[in-house]
């Protein structure tokens, strides 16, 4: 059974699992934070329900946008998000394993790979018993390893990467991109409020490219009054915080 909700004020409809995966706030976070060009060919490894793309193709941004998603469910519930939207034209999802994407999309022919990838190994904490929930949390079917593989073949180069993963772990997602011929590009550090450890960040890398990082501003999602921040308001109406991304 699927949930209607909606995002930006109403302007989006998004259904998704009643009882299953449901997206979160880091797929909002990616999203937002991920710098996108109106000629881009965008490809999402591991959907879900397809808020990403919905997300991308509402602003207006990527000239095509392809999702992938190993779960029927959620591939179908992907579907009806597109039709409920009328972005038929704009995005299309796949029913299939994103570590083989050779099989479905030509290599070397999308400009950006964005994923909010599997962020706890698969022996480590309490394995949630819905099977939805299991595979988008724990790295059951996949893992950053394999998210940076398959964009390193989608991707030719110069191609970016952009992806969200908690802040404890930043050092092995550094070495999953640089292991896949990514250099490390762009780095934004998220934090819940302004006293608390960063929780979460975002890196773009590019295949390819020189030894040159750019770390940016924190990013805060509350104030201490537990509000959003502005920065954070921004991107659940729809815009993009004017900060320089170049």
């Known amino acids: 059974m699927l949930t209607r909700g909606t995002l930006f004020e109403g ?59 190993i779960q029927p469910e959620l591939a179908a519930a992907a579907r009806q998000n597109i039709l409920a939207n009328g972005l038929e034209e704009k995005i299309t999802v796949l029913e299939d394993d994103f570590r083989q994407p050779g099989s479905r999309l030509r290599a070397e022919s999308f400009d950006l790979v964005v994923s909010n990838p599997p962020y706890r190994r698969l022996h ?39 992806v969200i993963y908690p802040a404890a772990r930043l050092p092995f997602l550094l070495t999953a991109v640089q292991e896949y011929g990514f250099s490390p590009k762009q780095l934004t550090v998220i934090h819940s409020n302004a006293g608390s450890r960063a929780c979460l960040v975002c890196l773009e890398g590019r295949k390819g490219a020189g030894e040159e990082l750019r770390i940016m501003p924190p990013f805060l999602i509350r104030r201490e009054d537990q509000s959003y921040t502005e920065a954070m308001r921004l991107l659940y109406e729809g815009e993009t915080e004017s900060r320089d991304k170049s």
């Open 124 to 162: 480590s904490g309490r394995l949630n018993p819905d099977s939805q929930r299991a595979i988008a949390r724990h790295e059951v079917k996949s893992s950053i390893m394999d998210v940076c593989q398959a964009a390193s073949s989608l991707l030719g180069h110069g191609g970016r990467l952009s």
């Open 11 to 69: 302007k989006l409809i998004v259904y998704q699992p009643k009882r299953g995966y449901r997206f979160s706030l880091d797929a909002i976070l990616l999203a937002g934070l991920t710098k996108v060009h109106r000629h881009d060919r965008v490809v999402d490894l591991g959907t879900g329900c397809g808020v990403i793309p919905l997300i991308l193709a509402h602003r207006g941004q990527a000239r095509q946008i392809v999702g992938l998603e």
